[in-house]
Each structure stands twice: as C-alpha cells, then as structure tokens.
C-alpha cells in the first residue's frame, strides 16, 4: 500500500493511505501489520495524506486524517471510524503531508511540503501560529525544506520535539517546537536499501507507548516491510 502516516491508538496501528482510489485509513495488528483488522475507503477524489490519533476537549477518541491537494480533512470516532465531519483547511502550499497532535495544549501540528510547520486549534483547526524549521552549518542559517511525516514525542510534563521525515530523504529531523532549529538528525540510511522504485520513499512514524517513548514504529510509501526502531530522543 501506499503508506502515508502511521498513529497509534489503545495498543493498535492506524495507518493512512494514500492515490486516488485506493485512500484508506486502517487499523493494524502490531504485531503483524499486515493484518488489516478494519478500514475505511475515501471516495476516490481525495488522495489521503497524514493521520493522527487525538483525544478532544470533550474527552472524545478521534482519529484525523488529512488529504493531499483536495484542502480537506476527514475526523472520525477512533473506534467505529464514522465520519464525524470533514472541514476545509489552508496551509502555505495549499496542500496537506503531515499531522500529528499536541495534547498538552490541543493542537495539531502540520506539514505542507515546505520549510513551514504550522500549528492548528483542534476544534477549529484555526491555524494559531507556525514556525520555519532550519538548522546553522557553516555560521549559515539554512531551511529544511520538504517536511512530511510527522510525530510529537514527550520529553517531560510540559516539554516535546517534533520528529519530521524529510521527503526523499532517509532521515528524521528532531525539531524544537518553539524555534523550529533542528536539535538533531536521525539517520536511517540503512533501514531500507534495496529500493527499486523513486517513489519508495520513508514516510511513516509513530511512537509506542513503552519504554518512555522512544520506540518507533517506521515504514514507508510502497514499502513491503514495517519496522519497531529505538531512537535516543532525550535532549
């Protein structure tokens, strides 16, 4: 399948597909992920991109899930996956990648293919703020351009980074989520080597909810296998 986004949710993948006619948002048995346990279609004119698990301000299970090109994003209840709503959204390109959630604060965090990530409200997905991610070489000041996939990782109480894949590239940037400067680079040349198509590209992450979270769940879109990664994510 053409992966796009991976969450978990209650000890269950959910995985977010992309191409047209074949967009699904589905749960995953962990322990064999190519057990699809449940799914749902979307109509063949959007093309799915980033999901997330979330928990509302009403206590309520959801599950979002964005589209490409089509400026929409689909929320469902994160157990049924019934539509709940589908609401219209802006982003910088106009287009959705990734999504992930902030629960302290309720927010999502969003990526458009840019250097750009920006923050949403998660009840009115109103864009509150946004940050240009970039990191120093040199003593110059540089963009990373082409963020996709993206996950919130918990550091403390009140204190997270952002992890984002970078499209095309076999690595994940670790990004403060208050200047946008890239505190580290997690390479993951090795992971996948025998790619055979230019579109096999890394783009999935999702934490596990073990070991302090810093175990990963990675795949990618057209990758035939899934892997459970332990990444150095303290400061």
Known sequence: MCSQGLTLYDGYLYEGT???????LRKLDPKNPSNVLQKHSLSSE???EGITYYKDRKGNHRMIQL?????????????SFELIKQVEFETSTGEGWGISFIDNTCEFV?????ELLMFWDCETLEELR????KFYQNNEIKNVKFLNE???VRLGKEQYSILANVWFESAIVQIDPSSGD???IHLFNSLYPNKTKVDEVFNGISIAEEENHSILYLTGKLWHSMYKVKLNIAN
């Open 18 to 24: 992309g191409l047209h006619g074949a967009s699904e």
């Open 46 to 48: 959007f093309f799915g």
């Open 67 to 79: 589209t490409w090109r089509e400026k929409v994003v689909f929320i469902y209840d994160a157990d």
């Open 110 to 114: 969003v990526s458009d293919g840019s």
């Open 130 to 133: 946004r940050i240009e991610v």
């Open 150 to 152: 993206l996950e919130v």
């Open 182 to 184: 890239v505190e580290r």
